[in-house]
T-cell receptor, first 115, second 112 residues
Framework: GDSVTQMEGPVTLSEEAFLTINCTYTATGYPSLFWYVQYPGEGLQLLLKATKADDKGSNKGFEATYRKETTSFHLEKGSVQVSDSAVYFCALSDRSTGANSKLTFGKGITLSVRP | DAEITQSPRHKITETGRQVTLACHQT?????MFWYRQDLGHGLRLIHYSYGVQDTNKGEVSDGYSVSRSNTEDLPLTLESAASSQTSVYFC???????????FGQGTRLTVV
């Protein structure tokens, strides 16, 4: 079945540091890939997405590239801010399995950014 | 603006009671999902629906049920609440398979 593996957390960085959060996936077909972010006390919201190999999703300074050869979708940001402190989830939706498809999430990783 | 709302936001109930969590979306999405979020487990799928009268079990469906009588609503029922069901519950909807999902604000349920 489909699965998403994220690096272990939590992660603590100083403001303006470079961020990488690793995500790899297993899917039987042709998944769309997503990064969701959850700010304290809130629901999840979409951060960025990519729907096919070599696509790059980007939003709010975050980027992730769909790498089919390494089955990865790592999240990066060049300079984090305190306001980026949140929980980040990698997810996939496998479009090829029709009615049996659904969103599958990784376990999430908590990012804390110090001033 | 279209939205997805959950109610209540917080609920405390006793072991053995039946509890229903509401989820209402105005996106007119066919797909709706219920997840629970627990530390160390991320989000786990409880039940999902691809349209009216359609319901499917997710990976942690035991002790939960859903019904889909219209497009807008997917209530989640805990038949007999257990302490292991203390969690934060999220409802989500999406337009079609493979597209992004929109999430509600969550319901924090405590079973005592």
């Amino acid at each position: 079945g489909d699965s998403v593996t994220q690096m272990e957390g939590p992660v603590t960085l100083s403001e303006e540091a470079f961020l990488t959060i690793n995500c790899t996936y297993t899917a039987t077909g042709y998944p769309s890939l997503f990064w969701y972010v959850q700010y304290p006390g809130e629901g999840l919201q979409l951060l960025l997405k990519a729907t096919k190999a070599d696509d790059k999703g980007s939003n709010k300074g975050f980027e992730a590239t769909y790498r089919k050869e390494t089955t990865s979708f790592h999240l990066e940001k060049g300079s984090v801010q305190v306001s980026d402190s949140a929980v980040y989830f990698c997810a996939l939706s496998d479009r090829s399995t029709g009615a049996n498809s659904k969103l599958t999430f990784g376990k999430g990783i908590t990012l804390s950014v110090r001033p | 603006d279209a939205e997805i709302t959950q109610s209540p936001r917080h609920k405390i109930t006793e072991t053995g009671r039946q509890v229903t969590l509401a989820c209402h979306q105005t996106w007119n999405h066919n797909n709706m999902f219920w997840y629970r979020q627990d530390l160390g487990h991320g989000l786990r799928l409880i039940h999902y629906s691809y349209g009216v009268q359609d319901t499917n079990k997710g990976e942690v469906s035991d002790g939960y049920s859903v019904s889909r009588s219209n497009t807008e609503d997917l209530p989640l029922t805990l038949e007999s609440a257990a302490s292991s069901q203390t969690s934060v519950y999220f409802c989500a909807s999406s337009e079609r398979v493979g597209t992004e999902a929109f999430f509600g604000q969550g319901t924090r349920l405590t079973v005592v």
